[in-house]
């Protein structure tokens, strides 16, 4: 089993950065995908970005494409997610979620799942 905490939510004004950590525990996480989805109230859960467990490979939607940046440190067992220039369409909870298997846009295809960070960028 693998446990995911997520931290470093806040309000934040339009044009501002922000980073997300999302640190994992039970099983080191060198060897999972991680991901980034984000849901805002009455909205699906949206893929914000995610990385291959090498850290070799990202992928992101065109919504966030060059404002945000996702890494990890697996020595930390952490991923991080730096947001920048946020909107106030960036609003949401963000959460992370892990899977040995999968990185990409699919949450269907992560088995865990952190309890989510809010986000709110103010206009």
């Known amino acids: 089993q693998v446990q995911?905490?997520?931290s470093g939510g806040g309000l934040v004004q339009a044009g501002g950065p922000l980073r997300l950590s999302c640190v994992a525990s039970g099983?080191?996480?060198?060897?999972y995908g991680m991901g980034w989805f984000r849901q805002a109230p009455g909205k699906e859960r949206?893929?914000?970005a995610a990385i291959?467990?090498?850290g070799?490979?990202?992928?992101?939607?065109?919504?966030?494409k060059g404002r945000?940046?996702?890494?990890r440190d697996n020595a930390?067992?952490?991923?991080?997610?730096?947001?920048?220039?946020?909107?106030?369409?960036d609003t949401g909870v963000y959460y992370c979620a892990a899977d040995r298997n999968y990185y990409g846009a699919r949450y269907s295809e992560y088995d865990y799942w952190g309890q989510g960070?809010?986000?709110t960028v103010s206009s």
């Open 68 to 71: 945000f940046t996702i890494s």
């Open 4 to 6: 995911l905490v997520e």
């Open 117 to 119: 960070t809010q986000v």
């Open 27 to 31: 099983r080191t996480i060198s060897s």
């Open 76 to 89: 930390k067992n952490t991923v991080f997610l730096q947001m920048n220039s946020l909107k106030p369409e």
């Open 56 to 64: 070799g490979s990202t992928v992101y939607p065109d919504s966030v």
């Open 46 to 48: 949206e893929f914000v």
């Open 52 to 54: 291959k467990w090498s």
